[in-house]
């Protein structure tokens, strides 16, 4: 998969992530940064703190080759958001 949208259930926003290198990058949000790690499977990191953001809501750490489609919640500040990931 070379990109996905990430839609907020909320509003409808859709923040679109492509592939660089190994992991998925979005220009909006801060470049915020989908990547698998060893611990949380596919989840969302801050790139200035490295703190995880978001991660699949339906399932335990997946460590597929993509991230999973779906259902996904991520924080922003004080903030909890509900997100569809679909592949483009």
Not at 4 to 9: G, L, S, V
Not at 46 to 58: H, V
């Amino acid at each position: 998969m070379e990109c996905f949208e990430m839609i907020r259930r909320l509003d409808g926003r859709i923040e679109r992530f492509d592939l660089v290198g190994g992991s998925y990058h979005t220009l909006t949000r801060g470049g915020f940064e989908i990547r698998r790690d060893d611990i949380w499977g596919w989840a969302a990191f801050d790139p200035k703190t490295g703190d995880l953001a978001g991660r699949p809501w339906d399932a335990g750490p997946v460590h597929g080759a993509v991230p999973p489609k779906g259902d996904w919640v991520g924080r922003d500040g004080d903030m909890s958001y509900v997100y569809t990931l679909t592949e483009v």
